[in-house]
């Protein structure tokens, strides 16, 4: 009998700014049970602990027991996988001011072993252990969601660099001049342009200057989302349809230059924008085509996230779980 | 007794488009003995190896035989670690056309184990051995040279990619409006900037479009190099030290891209334009300063390559050997 027999599930914790889910998942990627508390319900660390591990003791035992478990991962804003520690996450009532040692609190509370990392590595470490990077040992998996974050695979593992904050691709500067300003302070970074709320931004701006007819033009421009965009391109609006064009395109230009980097065999694209499906996926791969060095032209696959989108962060949470 | 002090020695092969220089070199980085033959003297790579063998037999005779070396490192214009094969390489005569294992030819040759990779990710490996990044597990070497190339370290191994064409930093699109052509058939490169060659261009450009006084004027603008736009800096030349920081902002505007990439603890400058010092760092370094993330201010060191510069090519080349 194996450890895997002994202790056949892990626990993932997708923290969010809004919700924490939890579940217990088993070596296939099946999710056994699922727990969810609120992030901000709490001022202190200790309090969020305190409920989480109340909540899952109800799931735990659902499955037999915390013996059946092998560890746990979480997946979270600003996490660093090196100190397991959540560091001034700026959107969390309990982690914006400080250092907080997260893997920690959860491990001595759990008795079992704990990692963190932050979504975007943690969702690449999914789609490496259940998704469709299974095998795979070089790859690159791009998260499209109110951000862009990255999680860089070289030779099977993420790429965390010297202080654990490595795989921010989300800001690379794609327009060096007259770029939009970013969330992270700086200009034209490819977030700016290609999250979700890059987007509604350029349906913004692109409504405003021009005339050209658009369902688009029925919303109220400060309620448009990437959603709507999508719906109207969905129905063939020529407006909302440039607006994915141009979006896909520059993530296929920032993909030539990651190619350039690590070269590798995939780019998997993981997130709310991937469900525009062939409107956003065309034209990445068509601005890759375009801008990609010689050499590299062809060889890499672009797919959509293999994890279940409703329990993708979970799935890929629970993933760091796994290697502890 | 070790092996070490049985195969105290490796053979570099650096593998220039006109000169074929080898190096004995010892653990230390000491070179031993060297000899050397014109690389393009040959039209058939069976006669490059049969001259490189003859000119080795000496110097390998000088350090006791074959039987003292432990390996062969090769670092060569469009090498392939993976496979041990030159592919494509437009400036070889006997390489232009094809793919030829010269790993695999030279092994058979002289009867010991060789290893084959491109330049840059030569230097990467003679840095970790010999250099400044002894002890480093995360660091990017920068070639700047006649093109610009890397090597990028990742927990402490260079990255490949899925085909062993990884680390093409130099081919980064830096402008992508207006951007110059480069070698590679593409425009913006940061190499159709910031190589030797580019430094040449941003002179003959400055030149053409100012009236501004300079002592780069005295010569015929298709004859100016980086060597004289150097010297002229070093005089004081104005126009002289404006290229140079032009070439080190947008340089140092490319590192921070990197950064977001891997975060390395050092990025390490190798080759001609390393020659100007401060000339070039300063501005690198400001250039970095300013348009990295806030994350990761202030973490990475900028170094110039701590490998002997005449020989730092076949050091680096050499230090492939001892990892086969």
Known sequence: MNEQDLKPYVIGLDLGGTNSVFGIVDSRGDIKATTAIKTQAYDEVEDYVKASVDALSIIIDQVGGIEKIKGMGIGAPNGNFYSGTIEFAPNISWGHNGIVPLADMFSKALGIPVGLTNDANAAAIGEMTYGV???????????LGTGVGSGIVVDGKVVYGCDGFAGELGHVTMFRENGRSCGCGRFGCLEAYCSATGVARTARELLASSDEPSLLRELEPEKITSLEVSIAAGKGDALAKHIFD????LLGEACANF???????AFIFFGGLTKAGNLIMDPIKAGYDKHVMQIFKGKAKFLVSGLDGSSAAVLGASAVGWDL
Chains 1, 2 share one sequence.
């Open 246 to 249: 141009f979006t896909g395109e």
């Open 133 to 143: 990077a299974r095998g795979m040992k070089n790859f690159i998996v791009i998260t």
């Open 259 to 265: 190619a350039a980097f690590s070269s590798p065999e």
